[in-house]
Nanobody, 118 residues
Framework: QVQLVESGGGLVQPGGSLRLSCAASGFTSSSYAMRWYRQAPGKERELVAAITSAGSISYVNSVKDRFTISRDNAKNTVYLQMNSLRPEDTAVYLC????????????WGQGTQVTVSS
């Protein structure tokens, strides 16, 4: 059974840090592009960070130099280290796995809530 399970969210003060984890099961995530999205109330889902199967990384401008995406293929897990958090980072963070092939394989986790507030 294919599954993505996010963890690590919570309440943090502005300027604080959190590390999100996305554990994959039922497939080998190293052959997928892995992405972190976020969705705040009343806003569209936003792609925050991505890492390809080859290891290329990209970020949305608003999180550059603050967030770091990484993957541990041995653990079939992707991480998002978030530093210098701001109130505007508050959102549900969702993990996505994508692979283009004969069939498009596109998997989503349930999300983890991140709240940045004093």
């Amino acid at each position: 059974q294919v599954q993505l399970v996010e963890s690590g969210g919570g309440l943090v003060q502005p300027g604080g840090s959190l590390r999100l984890s996305c554990a994959a099961s039922g497939f080998t995530s190293s052959s997928y592009a892995m992405r972190w999205y976020r969705q705040a109330p009343g806003k569209e889902r936003e792609l925050v960070a991505a890492i390809t199967s080859a290891g290329s990384i990209s970020y949305v401008n608003s999180v550059k130099d603050r967030f770091t995406i990484s993957r541990d293929n041995a653990k079939n897990t992707v991480y998002l280290q978030m530093n210098s958090l701001r109130p505007e980072d508050t959102a549900v963070y969702l993990c996505n796995a994508l692979r283009h092939g004969v069939l498009l394989q596109n998997y989503w986790g349930q999300g983890t809530q991140v709240t940045v507030s004093s």
